[in-house]
């Protein structure tokens, strides 16, 4: 039986974009199924004692800069420190998402996912944009106005708000998280601990 790894993102992380083809990578790697959920980080932070990026010290929103550019180095993944358009609204994006993951499954829904994110820190785009967005889509090989005809649906972001709920009851309180069973690994930086947790089945 494949081992599940729940997948919690945002679409405005820079941490998430740092991490999204390595944990692509080590499923497929280790015949995992990644199941993805772009829940609403806020309501996250709301509920597990977090503070959104500007509400948080000067001390800490510095050192975050520094990690951020000592990461992009180390990986050679090139983001934007400070993303003409970020944060996005997320919204139009997470509705797409959740409804291909309804529809059509995770592995489209992941690529698009990284389609977005990769927009907003390394192409300076404006993933919230309708245009943007479509054309997004488009790159991912699927019907842009299909998808976001279906994406007004209020039931996706309902969906969302479950979603959220759930990641909470999990512990979840940062992005990305990835859970392994009862097994969290919390930041792109802890991806090494995934590889070795998924070498040992399950």
């Known amino acids: ?22 944990i692509e990578a080590l499923a497929a790697q280790h015949g995992a199924e990644l199941r993805i959920w ?3 980080f806020g309501t996250i932070f709301a509920g597990s004692g977090g503070l959104p990026l500007p509400k948080r010290s000067p001390q800490r929103q510095a050192y975050r800069l520094q990690e951020l ?7 050679g993944i090139p983001i934007n420190i400070h993303p003409k358009h970020s944060p ?29 994110l990769k927009a907003l820190w390394q192409e300076e785009q404006d ?11 488009r790159d991912c090989g699927l019907d842009a106005d299909a998808l976001l005809r279906l994406s007004e649906d209020p039931r996706w972001l309902q969906q ?26 919390w930041g792109q930086d802890r991806l090494e601990f995934v590889a070795k947790r998924l070498s040992k089945g399950a």
């Open 1 to 22: 039986m494949a081992l599940l790894i729940d997948y919690y993102v945002s679409l405005n992380s820079p941490w998430t974009r740092l991490g999204a083809a390595r």
């Open 38 to 40: 772009p829940v609403d």
């Open 69 to 75: 550019q000592r990461w992009r180095d180390a990986l």
């Open 88 to 116: 996005a609204n997320e919204l139009p994006g997470a509705a797409c998402v959740v409804a291909l993951r309804e529809t059509q499954g995770h592995a489209p829904a992941i690529r698009l996912a990284h389609r977005i």
């Open 127 to 137: 993933t919230g944009d309708a245009a943007t967005l479509a054309t997004l889509i």
């Open 160 to 185: 969302r708000k479950a979603d959220t709920a759930a990641a909470l009851e999990r512990g979840v309180f940062g992005a990305p998280c990835y859970l392994i069973g009862e097994d969290m690994f």
